[in-house]
């Protein structure tokens, strides 16, 4: 074993948002920027010394390389074993699953989730600890300190290990495992889901599109789907997963999974559509020329959680992040158990579920998940849906409806503001937040504003505190405009306004949703003065 002591400068902002730190591919291939980042990772994480790391990503444009570099400072940094996916791949919620199935003390995934990818796209690193999910705020603070005042890295002189064939290694005195990425993960949803019903519903003529995007959940969907569980050939399209993703946008949503969308919306639609994102975290549900929005995903999901085999009998409370619609608090209450409201990142449902406080959670921006890993999870909210339907036997719109008439509908839209000048996205939201508080008591499009304020959290389990996690105008007639920019994006500032109304009358359930919510987003994009601050008036995204 010949290790390198490599002398090293800091790179500024290398501070991880809430899900890892995320850059353009050229700043990640400057100089030492990984390294310098890793290197943070391993000093800051000294249980990592003599224990099991988990390493894998997405496949995107500068994976290879990344895992490679990481293998050769793992094993200079003292690391027993690498738990590494075959290629290098590994979805998000597998490696919660591997990393809490093999008892590792972390692990690293190597995505920028729904991000483009290619040379010119996004490549991002995440840290997650033993629980399997990410590293809480007190973890990434303690690596972005690290990677102020770095000096030097370590770093092992070995050639490439082979990682395109499953199979143990050494390098040095670690041990190097490449793993079938898909097989523990399989193995744990046919524990909590029962295939045997969905073969049925599959033999029976049930027939499903799943488009993977071209990103990492391909092979994942094709071995579960269409393998095990006996969907036709070919259910699962753009299933390779590819360095640029084909070309696309690997975002599951109404814009960038565009010919999925087309499909369902035709005269040839099969009973159900799915997506997942870049790194498989993501999903998006569809029925025939309907789509199911990730806020009542997550409410019916809880509504019909005693049909799942995995989920009878325990289901303890459900948690979503603050802006996601309020239609899940109102199952909440009829099943009796507790609802959480949380900043938007999915680390803050990690003490709820460790603690065994809640069961399901969610986020309005595709994802969805619950306590069997620690990260919101796309293909498993595919297969809980299908479970569903394997057991009702009724419709994805009919199931719904049905949802909405015994809880009422709760109108819910986001729209994506991408791309603006962070200037200038900054000072409108800066000022935003000063002007808030002074509309408590006004009226905003004839309602009156109940509470105006900038939401803080404290955590029921540990007490630790977040301020600052998005504008919040709360109106009679369970309405509610909230406002955020975004932390994932690469490129310039991301605001997204987002906008909810209760109706309790089913009569009027099936109005179109950007209708029922036109006065309360008018009044949105006039309180911060949209069009004049930024120029935009059109958003990039609507969900």
Known sequence: ??????????????????????????????????????????????????????????????????????????????????????????????????????????????????????????????????????????VTEAIYRRTQDIDRFFIDDAADLPIDETGHYALGRMQVTVIDPVADYADLMEQLFDFDAIRDLFASGFRVRF??????????????????????????????????????????????????????????????????????????????????????????????????????????????????????????????????????????????????????????????????????DGLWAVLFWLNIIAERRESVIDIVRDHWRAYGRNFYTRHDYEALDAGKATSLYTDLAEKIPSLRGGTLAGRKVLLADDFSYTDPIDGCQASGQGLRLILEGDSRIVFRLSGTGTEGATLRIYVERYEANAGKHTQATQEALADLMEAATDICQLKARTGRNTPTVIT
């Open 211 to 376: 488009d993977a995007m071209h990103a990492i959940t391909g092979p994942y969907a094709r071995e579960i789907l269409e393998h095990r569980l006996g969907a036709t050939a070919g259910t699962v399209i753009n299933g390779e997963p590819r360095e640029d993703f084909g070309g696309g946008h690997p975002d599951p949503n109404l814009t960038y999974a565009e010919a999925l969308v087309e499909e369902l919306y035709s005269d040839q639609a099969p009973d159900l559509g799915a997506a997942s994102d870049g790194d498989g975290d993501r999903n998006m549900i569809l029925g025939p020329r309907f789509f199911v929005t990730p806020s009542d995903s997550l409410a019916v999901m809880a509504a019909n959680a005693e049909r799942i085999p995995g989920y009878a009998g325990r289901m303890t409370g459900v948690a979503r992040s603050m802006p996601t619609s309020q239609a899940v608090d109102r199952v909440a209450k009829k099943l009796g158990i507790a609802c959480y409201e949380t900043p938007t990142g999915w680390k803050f449902f990690g003490n709820l579920l460790d603690a065994g406080q809640i069961t399901l959670c969610g986020e309005e921006s595709f994802g969805t998940g619950s306590d069997h890993v620690r990260e919101k």
């Open 1 to 138: 074993m010949s290790v390198s002591t490599v002398s090293t400068q800091p790179f500024e902002g290398q501070r991880p948002g809430t899900s890892g730190l995320r850059k353009k591919v050229d700043v990640f291939r400057t100089g030492n920027y990984l390294p310098n980042f890793v290197q943070s990772v391993f000093d800051t994480r000294p249980d990592l010394k003599g224990g099991t790391l988990v390493l894998g990503g997405d496949g995107r444009f500068y994976n290879r390389h990344a895992v490679q570099t990481i293998l050769k400072m793992a094993a200079a940094n003292g690391i027993h074993r690498v738990l590494v996916g075959r290629g290098g791949l590994l979805s998000t919620p597998a490696v919660s699953t591997i990393i809490r199935k093999h008892r590792a003390e972390g692990g690293l995934v190597l995505s920028a989730s729904h991000n483009p990818g290619g040379p010119n796209g996004d490549f991002g690193i995440k840290f997650n600890v033993s629980n399997g999910g990410p590293a809480p705020e007190s």
